[in-house]
């Protein structure tokens, strides 16, 4: 054997090191082009929601140059929102009432965060636990991709997105009129709110083996910060307590855009993320490729009795994140009706005590509060709705609906039961809500008749929850592939519902919502024609989807 002497070998205690050196390096090799196909992927729904985020914060401002002109209108709506609970549980505290940017983006700093927050955990468990869960990852896996790779280029693609809507969102509030250093301390703290949560996306996408159960996973980490953010504004005097500072949310918050800038906080954020995206890494090396950290429990051999028709297994199917939610909205009830008792206690101004005269009294102002919160509380429903409707896509292309149609099965008798499971589960979700909400307002009150009285008002709600559904379903039959205009038109709703007046947009616009035409119980008037109209809207798009499903090819 012939050595070539200009030829160098490696000391043996170099390779181990160079191999190491090698090895780290190739567990990355993909990700960029994993990166520029999960661009071309998401081009269109990344865009919408970006303009979508943009155009409301643009909006809010301009639409609250009008509103606010003087310095006194200002120090009297942040006074209205800082003395009442309530509100600031649900948006926050205004930290400087002379500030303009500070009175007008108030609704918008929290519960856009958290918006911002749940749409960079989809996008992280779309691109990685969904991908294994089809099977389309490991294909891909097949060719020169290391074990990193999917999950670096998503969150590259979240983290990316997520600056270009700050980016964009301050240069929008700069159009807009609002100072810069503001606007651009704003757009970071929404997309600091996004980085952490990615990161929690990414960490729920190794723990579970469902994209469902992940992204029920980390919207219930979302929920929990949100819940001690709004605990920590309602509870402090003058400023926030120590619980909002357990919350990214409540860190976003605290940056406090147009009320000093306070940087610094930012740095929480940034540390937060870079913590559990290491050990997003560190559970991707110790887990199988399609498994998760919470491995399923095998089945029986056989099925039981139970199991023996399609609606049973839809039930089945369904019932561990229906339990999750009924949990969860219970304690939302719950608080939302001892909140409601305290709401009018909270009148120690001339504006407060005319206002609450004009809305009826103390009583009159707590009926306009619980009427405002089971508005909101439906949204949170639509949420379920819509992703128990997914539940029937997610079967068919997981290939687990055509074992079962192979039998006497017929489709519309498939897809009908997971239909009736998501109807009826939205309906005991509002059910539970209005319960809770009505037993711990009448506790508070030494009224246990507000039971009654609450949970009118929560099925008056329904019929709009079912129109989202239906929505899902119909595209779910008739196209797909944009089954994501589900999630679209929820948050659609949400902002003509909560912003529509701020932005000041005509009234037709916010009527496309149906929960515009839902009673605004308890304190108005109960009505039956929306709610006969809502539920007939709901039924046309539900029959529409399902005889869709009849005529098209599975998958």
């Known amino acids: 054997m012939t050595i070539n002497p200009t030829t160098t070998a490696l000391p043996t205690t170099e ?60 120090l009297r709506a942040a006074a209205a929102v800082n003395d009442t609970p309530a509100t600031l549980a649900l948006y926050g505290r205004v930290f400087d009432p002379a500030s303009l940017g500070a009175v007008s983006m108030f609704k918008l700093g929290a519960m856009g965060a958290a918006l911002v927050a749940l749409v960079a955990i989809f996008t992280v ?34 983290v990316g997105t997520t600056l270009a809507l700050a ?28 980085i952490a949560f990615a990161a929690v996306g990414a960490v729920a996408a190794q723990v579970t083996e469902s994209a469902r159960t992940a992204n029920g996973l980390g919207a219930a980490v979302l929920a929990t910060a949100y819940v001690l953010r709004a605990a920590g504004d309602a509870s402090g005097v003058d400023t926030s307590s120590w619980l909002s500072w357990l919350s990214p949310i409540g860190w976003a918050q605290q940056v406090r855009p147009f ?42 051999p056989a099925a039981g009795p139970r199991l023996r028709t399609p609606l049973a297994l839809a039930v089945r199917l369904h019932r561990g994140g229906l339990t999750g939610w009924l949990v969860g909205v219970a304690l939302g009830g719950l608080a939302m009706g001892s909140i409601a008792s305290q709401v009018g206690q909270f009148a120690d101004t001339p504006q407060a005590r005319d ?25 949170v429903v639509s949420a ?11 079967e068919e292309t997981a290939g687990r609906a055509e074992p079962i149609l192979a039998t006497r099965v017929s489709r519309l008798r498939w897809a009908a039961s997971h239909v009736v499971v998501a109807l009826a589960g939205t309906t005991a979700l509002m059910v539970v809500i209005g319960v809770g909400a009505g037993f711990a307002h009448g506790a508070a009150t030494g009224n246990m008749a507000e039971i009654g009285r609450v949970l009118v008002a929560a099925l008056a709600q329904l019929p709009a929850v079912w129109v989202l559904t239906g929505i899902t379903i119909a595209v779910s039959g008739l196209a797909p592939g944009l089954i994501m ?29 149906p929960f515009t035409h839902s009673p605004k119980l308890p304190g108005g008037e109960l009505s039956a024609t929306p ?10 798009l539900v029959t529409i989807g399902l005889s869709a499903f009849r005529r098209r090819d599975i998958g």
């Open 15 to 74: 390779r181990p090191a160079r191999a190491a050196a090698t090895g780290r390096r190739d567990v990355f090799v993909g990700t960029g082009a994993l990166l520029r196909l999960g661009l071309r992927r998401d081009r269109i729904v990344a865009t919408v929601w970006i303009l979508l985020f943009v155009a409301m914060a643009a909006g809010s401002a301009s639409a609250s140059q009008s509103l606010f002109t003087t310095m006194e209108s200002r």
């Open 125 to 158: 468990v779309r691109h990685t636990r969904a991908e294994e869960e089809t099977g389309r990852l490991e294909l891909i896996g097949a060719t020169v991709v290391g074990r990193y790779a999917a999950l670096t280029a998503a969150l590259l693609l979240s």
């Open 167 to 194: 980016l964009l969102t301050a240069l929008s509030l700069v159009g807009a009129g609002l100072p810069a250093g503001g606007a651009l301390a704003f757009g970071l703290s929404w997309a600091g709110a996004g």
């Open 259 to 300: 009320a000093g800038d306070r940087w610094w906080v930012l740095g929480y954020l940034v540390a937060f993320a870079v913590l559990v995206t290491v050990a997003a890494y560190a559970l991707v090396a110790r887990r199988d490729h399609g498994a998760g950290l919470l491995a399923q429990r095998p089945g029986r």
């Open 355 to 379: 206002m609450i005269m004009k809305l009826g009294g103390q009583r009159g102002l707590t009926d306009a509060f619980l009427s405002a919160e089971m508005a909101i509380l439906a949204l």
């Open 384 to 394: 379920y709705g819509i992703s128990a409707a997914l539940r029937l896509r997610a």
């Open 485 to 513: 205009i589900g999630w679209g038109a929820l948050v659609l709703f949400l902002v003509l519902g909560q912003l529509g007046s701020v932005l000041g947009l005509p009234q037709w616009t916010m009527d496309l919502s």
């Open 531 to 540: 709610l006969i109209m809502l539920t007939l809207i709901a039924a046309i």
